[in-house]
């Protein structure tokens, strides 16, 4: 159902193809790696998290932080040009990363 309504908004706001499939790379992204660090919020909870800040009802609140502080921390990393993109990250760039993550609005 939720994919659905995804769906037709896409087509409404017409969002192109490749814009869907890197949002839905990033959703699943941050699902799958949060749920290994142990949150359990579904699919859906993360995306609406994530797009509206509709907490999840029925979780922790450290689930429901970990999940917006990723998913911040990963919308940084993702906005660096691709010419500073690497394979991994030296310590203090993780330092700094998590502390723009954390901050909140």
């Known amino acids: 159902m939720a994919a659905q309504v995804d769906e037709a908004l896409d087509r409404l706001a017409a969002v192109p193809p490749p814009m869907r499939a890197a949002r839905e790379r990033f959703y699943e992204e941050v699902f799958r790696s949060t ?6 919020l579904t699919r859906v909870e993360v995306v609406a998290l994530l797009d509206r800040d509709v907490v999840a009802a029925g ?9 917006a502080d990723y998913g911040d921390a990963a919308r ?5 040009p691709p010419s500073r993109r690497r ?12 502390g723009l993550a954390v901050r909140r609005r």
Do not use: T
């Not at 749920?35 to 359990?40: C, F, K, V």
């Not at 979780?59 to 999940?67: C, D, G, I, K």
């Not at 394979?87 to 998590?98: G, Q, T, V």
């Open 35 to 40: 749920a290994l660090a142990g949150a359990s």
């Open 59 to 67: 979780r922790s609140l450290a689930e429901n932080v970990l999940v």
């Open 76 to 80: 940084i990393v993702r906005s660096a």
């Open 87 to 98: 394979s991994f990250l030296a310590l203090d760039e993780i330092a700094a990363l998590h």
